[in-house]
């Protein structure tokens, strides 16, 4: 709620920043992504956290073009990208005290992008005080997106400029529900608590892409998300988008999602009844 924010928030974004921002991102895709998607060997992927949390030129670049075009638009922002808080790991502090912060992921899916698979997107968020205010996730292989903002819903907007509306799934019983949850991500001991509890869901499965599960969340295509790396250049765009399409995106004890928390467990899901039912039978997890 704005009352609970440090100062009072001005509007979000016009229709012509939207408009700028999504073609810087486009830009940026074209000219830095596609050129070296099936170009790039995985020996030229550079290894950070671990085996399969890669990072290209093409990740650099794209960052590298989107902030550049971001801190001319939006000059008293603070652009935070994926690796640069790699480089700086600070940054990702400063989201959360920032009144008008923008968060880039250049490339996610690397690692489906290394491999060939035309599965990956770029992720764009706008946060007041670590708080998703816009959402942008595109996808540049289709060369569309699904954008909303606080004041708008989520809508699916194609090259020549046609729209329609996304929305979240109807849900269902536990045993109907499909979902997208990285158990390969987490740590030993929640892996172990968690997958006994996957035999009573419909179907459980991850795409390796942030960008294109939360598009697809949001499309009514599946019906949850369920994530404990809370990296923001993952979730802020997704959470917000997730909401305005009639989801429901909390902590799974309940907190409302900001880019502060970098601890627990963050549920997205297609209803209230649903992120209700999901969390009680994660609810130990908490």
Known sequence: MTDSLPIALSAPLSPAQQCALVN????A??????PRFRTISRAEAV???????????????????????LQRLFPH????????????????????????AIIIDPVDGTWNFVHGLPLFGVIVAVTRFGRPVLGLLYDPISDDWIIADETAPARLIAANGTERAATTSAGGALAELHGY???????????????????ALGQVTALRCSCHEYRL???GAVDFTLSDRLNPWDHAAGVLICQRAGGVARMLDGRDYNCAITEGLLL??????????????FADLA
């Open 181 to 199: 949850i990285h158990t390969a991500l987490m740590a030993q001991d929640r892996q172990e608590a968690i997958y006994p509890r996957l035999a």
């Open 77 to 100: 922002a603070l652009i935070v990208g994926e690796e640069a808080v790699a480089a700086k790991p600070g940054l990702r502090d400063e989201v959360a005290e920032a009144e008008l």
């Open 24 to 27: 810087l991102v486009r830009r």
């Open 47 to 69: 290894t950070k956290s671990g085996p399969r949390d890669l990072v290209t030129e093409a990740d650099h670049a794209a960052e590298a073009m989107i902030a550049r075009g």
């Open 217 to 219: 969340l949001a499309q």
């Open 29 to 34: 895709a074209r000219t830095e992504v596609l």
């Open 268 to 281: 997205c899901a297609a209803s209230e009844a649903t992120w209700a039912a999901l969390r009680d039978h």
